[in-house]
């Protein structure tokens, strides 16, 4: 979480769930970013994001969004993104990737 505060970066996370039920698994998991329940489906369904196969769930999806509003970073999958590959997309987005130092052959 400081690596993302430490890039100005805000975190915010839209669930499925009931409030009652999204406030106390936040607070066992140690969530500390804002979350929003999306119960009926409405913003989760502007963005496609409704689960076929399980039409009460949604998929796993994670938008970057910059200071003027374009999405630069942009995945849906069934597993859930790694913090270092929306940090990576964020430094690469603001200019300060810096790719990983390679070891030279023996």
Same mark, same amino acid.
């Given at each position: 979480?400081?690596?993302?505060?430490?890039?100005?970066?805000? &975190?915010?996370?839209?669930?499925?769930?009931?409030?009652?039920?999204?406030?106390?698994?936040?607070?066992?998991?140690?969530?500390?970013?804002? *979350?929003? %329940?999306?119960?009926?489906?409405?913003? +989760?369904?502007?963005?496609? &994001?409704?689960?076929?196969?399980?039409?009460? &769930?949604? *998929?796993?999806? +994670?938008? +970057?969004?910059?200071?003027?509003?374009?999405?630069?970073?942009?995945?849906?999958?069934?597993?859930? %993104?790694?913090?270092?590959?929306? *940090?990576?997309?964020?430094?690469?987005?603001?200019?300060?990737?810096?790719?990983?130092?390679?070891?030279?052959?023996?």
């Amino acid at each position: 979480m400081q690596q993302f505060t430490n890039r100005g970066v805000s &975190l915010v996370g839209i669930s499925v769930d009931d409030p009652g039920d999204t406030v106390p698994w936040a607070d066992r998991k140690g969530i500390t970013f804002d *979350l929003l %329940a999306d119960p009926d489906q409405r913003v +989760i369904g502007k963005f496609g &994001l409704v689960n076929e196969d399980s039409p009460e &769930l949604s *998929l796993h999806a +994670i938008y +970057i969004v910059d200071r003027d509003g374009k999405v630069f970073y942009r995945k849906v999958a069934r597993r859930r %993104a790694y913090a270092d590959e929306l *940090l990576d997309a964020i430094d690469y987005h603001t200019g300060t990737y810096r790719k990983p130092a390679t070891k030279p052959k023996p």
